[in-house]
């Protein structure tokens, strides 16, 4: 079946510009985690969705980022005047519900802010 | 604090030599390991976790709770196995996980 998917693939903005990153999630995964990956820093978790509750939203770095998620499924990202520390690879994950279950990544969006 | 630390950024082998990939950890509890891995131009995905305590592509870890760690080894690494390994820890609450920074494998013959 199909993986996750996010888009864009790439994105170049300029500084100060907001930007939305998508995640499709895989069809029938209620969880649903935003990840950034950046040189040097490893992996740092950003902003979690299960089912209809309330978003863990602990690990977002500032209050320009911000994450929805729409009818359980697709889920954006958006940060807003973006800053050149914001370059980076923003991973999107999705699982099924059962806490033992494995999270499967998406691809990712490679931003660069100039 | 809940952390996993990886302390090789690079780590360089041999074809056919014995590679560990060193993680500790750091948590309160009982903690839910995992390594994952990422080959170039592809996307990350899980290679083992102490629970399932499976091999994979030859790969084993085990949890060490005395040491805090959780070392991944292949008694012979093959060029495929070139890649970057991701230790993580899935958190108390279990709604993520938190990643080492990552060990780079290069394999050479």
């Known amino acids: 079946g199909a993986g996750v998917s996010q888009s864009p693939s790439n994105k170049v903005t300029e500084k100060g510009k907001d930007v939305e990153l998508r995640c499709d999630p895989i069809?029938?995964?209620?969880?649903l985690y935003w990840y950034r990956q950046s040189l040097g820093q490893g992996l740092e978790f950003l902003i979690y969705?299960?089912?209809?509750?309330?978003?863990?939203k602990s690990g977002l770095p500032s209050d320009r980022f911000s994450a929805e998620r729409t009818g359980g499924s697709v889920s954006t990202l958006t940060i807003q005047r973006t800053q050149q520390e914001d370059s980076a690879v923003y991973l999107c994950?999705?699982?099924?519900?059962?806490?033992?279950?494995?999270?499967?990544f998406g691809p990712g969006t490679r931003l660069l802010v100039l | 604090a809940q952390r996993v630390t990886q302390p090789e950024k690079l780590l360089s082998v041999f074809k056919g030599a014995p590679v560990e990939l060193k993680c500790n950890y750091s948590?309160?509890?009982?903690?839910?390991l995992f390594w994952y891995v990422q080959y170039s131009r592809q996307r990350l995905q899980l290679l083992l976790r102490?629970?399932s305590r499976e091999s994979i592509k030859g790969f084993t870890a085990d949890l060490n709770k005395g040491e805090t760690s959780f070392h991944l080894k292949k008694p012979f690494a093959q060029e495929e196995d070139s890649a970057m390994y991701y230790c993580?820890?899935?958190?108390?609450?279990?709604?993520?996980?938190?990643f080492g920074k990552g060990t780079t494998l290069s394999v050479s013959s």
């Open positions: 994950a999705s699982k099924s519900g059962q806490a033992s279950e494995t999270q499967y």
């Open positions: 069809s029938g995964h209620t969880a």
């Open positions: 969705f299960q089912g209809n509750s309330a978003p863990d």
């Open positions: 948590y309160s509890g009982s903690p839910e």
């Open positions: 102490h629970i």
């Open positions: 993580a820890l899935s958190n108390q609450a279990g709604t993520a996980l938190i």
